[in-house]
């Protein structure tokens, strides 16, 4: 059966015409999903008994199961949920003063082995639907029974190897008369897939694109990420010129500062040489020290310092404010803990 999340309000509308009903019912459904967010079809009291029967005999509501949940105690949340085939994704609740933002997980597992990251060593099993990616919000809006204002596409997973279904589910979230998420306020990450940041480009969609970047030279940034092995840091480069002149918008930069590998003042130097006169902005991240990891957190006098040195010599860095670090902030981390704990 199909999932009724799978779809954005044009395509529902002809999912009703095909089922002999008129299009008017698309709007009615879609509000009842994300506007009252309920979980059944029965619910939906101002649809005929007939045509209810007639959504439960062709989809499912596709309704995660939370498998667990962890509370910061500054107020980050972290679930586990059951996408219903047997596997578990991770989705992140941040509390910002400007509001509540998502962070989802795109894929189940992730092809790309970045080093640093807790996801590595859980294998790649498969990626998500749209209707999966828009379900993760869903969930956590029903939980804390309020609405989230900004979705960052930095979970587990590598968004743009899912690049169809992620184009898809932000149609749904940004549509106005469904989750109605603003373009502006959705982010998504990638670790350098340098062909989908061309394709994603002339989208010319509104959304914040933020480059994985964290490391200068090409030496390092593979030893870090096996992705620059196949796309290096000169394409990268080119392909965010090229982002930026198609749209106008400025690139966020992740930089994960991990003590004696990338956080001293030549990194600094070298980084405001590869970034000088790009409309662009750092993001530094203390790194979270991750089981099994080989790279661990910079000293705060480090991490000033870096941020100080980017600051003074023309390129706007601030630094990621750490939260849920008591529950592990790490992408990956409360899942690989919770299959371990089942083994
Ligand atoms: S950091 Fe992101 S892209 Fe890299 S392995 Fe982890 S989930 Fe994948």
Known sequence: ????????????????????????????????????????????????????????????????????????????????????????????????HHGKTICVSSQIGCKMGCKFCASTGIKFIRS??????????????????????????????????????????????????????????????????????????DEELQCTLSISLHATNDEKRSKMMPVNNKYNIKELMEACKYYIQKTNKR???????????????????????????????VNLIPINKIENGNYSKSSNENIIKFRDYLNDNGIVATIRRELGSDIDAACGQLRRKNLKSNK
């Open 1 to 96: 059966m199909k999932n009724i999340k799978e779809f954005n309000l044009d395509d529902l509308k002809q999912e009703l015409e095909a089922l002999g009903e008129k299009k008017y019912r698309a709007e009615q459904i879609f509000k009842w999903i994300y506007v009252d967010k309920v979980k059944e079809f029965d619910e939906m009291t101002n649809l005929s008994l007939e045509l209810r029967t007639k959504l439960k005999q062709n989809y499912t509501m596709c309704n995660f199961n939370i498998l667990k949940k962890q509370e910061s105690t500054d107020g980050t949340k972290k679930y586990l949920f059951d996408v219903l085939d047997g596997n578990a994704i991770e989705t992140v609740l941040m509390q910002y």
């Open 128 to 201: 998500l639907t749209a209707g999966e990616i828009v379900e993760q919000i869903l969930a956590v809006e029903q939980d804390i029974g309020d609405k989230i204002s900004n979705v960052v596409f930095m979970g587990i997973g590598e968004p743009f190897d899912n690049y169809e279904n992620v184009m898809k589910a932000i149609k749904i979230i940004n549509n106005q008369k469904g989750l109605n998420i603003g373009a502006r306020h959705i982010s998504i990450s990638t670790s350098g897939l340098v062909p989908m940041i061309y394709k994603f480009a």
């Open 251 to 281: 690139i966020s930069f992740e930089y994960a500062l991990a003590k004696d590998n990338n956080d001293n003042l030549e990194d600094a130097k070298e980084l405001v040489k590869l970034l000088k006169g790009m409309l662009c902005h």
